[in-house]
C-alpha cells in the first residue's frame, strides 16, 4: 500500500512592518486575533508533527494555536531553516512601494522579483522552491505516513504547491496565501520507494475562522 504522509501548512500569523519588506528579517508576529487560533485548533489533527522555521513569528503562531487547544507546547517542534520565507537580500528593511516603483517593468505582478531573479546579497523565488522541495523531501521519508503541520511563510507555502503540482515556479507566485490560513497537501509514497511521489491538494489557503463562527 501506499505511504500518505499529510502536510497542514499554515502560514505565520500578520507582521507588523510598517510596510517593509521583511523576509527573512526576524519579526515578531501579532498574535491577537484569538478566532483564528481557534479555528485552526478545532481542525488540525491530534499528535501530528510540529515544524517550524528558524524565524520567531512561526513559533509564536505554533504557540498560539496550542495555546487554543489548551496545550502548553508540543515539546521542542523541528526547526527547519530550508522553510523560512524568501530571503530578499538588500531589498529587506526598505519600503515595498518604493521598491516596486524602482523595478518597472522588472516588478512580478504578484511578488517582489521574477522568479529567477535573486535580489544582490538575497536568492530567487526558484532559489527557495529548491530547497523547500529538499526539506519536504526528506521530512515526508523521516516522518512518513505521519501528520506534519508546517508553520510557515507566504513563500514557502507557494513553493510547496510548486513542488505538488508541478508549476514552474513563476505560476506559483499567482497563489494567494493569507495570514493564519491553511494549506492541505498529502505526499503520497509509491510502496516500493522506486516512482515519484505522487501528490494530492485539499484545500489552498483555506480562512479556519470559518470554523469558530
Known sequence: MPTTTR?????HAPVPADGRIYGQMDLPADVGEEAVF??????????????VSQLQRTHQTAGAILAARGQAGPGEPVVVTDLAEQHFGNLQGRPRDEVMA???TAWNRFWLTPADRAPEGGESFTDLVRRV?????SLSQAHAGRDIVAVAHGGTIRAALAQALGLAPERALAFVIDNCSLTRIDHIAAPDGEEPPAWRVHA?????RRQAR
Open 7 to 11: 502536510w497542514w501548512w499554515i502560514r
Open 204 to 208: 489552498v489557503n483555506y480562512d479556519a
Open 102 to 104: 524602482e523595478q518597472g
Open 133 to 137: 522541495e529538499r526539506a519536504v523531501e
Open 38 to 51: 481557534a479555528g485552526l485548533a478545532s481542525i488540525l489533527p491530534d499528535n501530528p508533527v510540529w515544524v
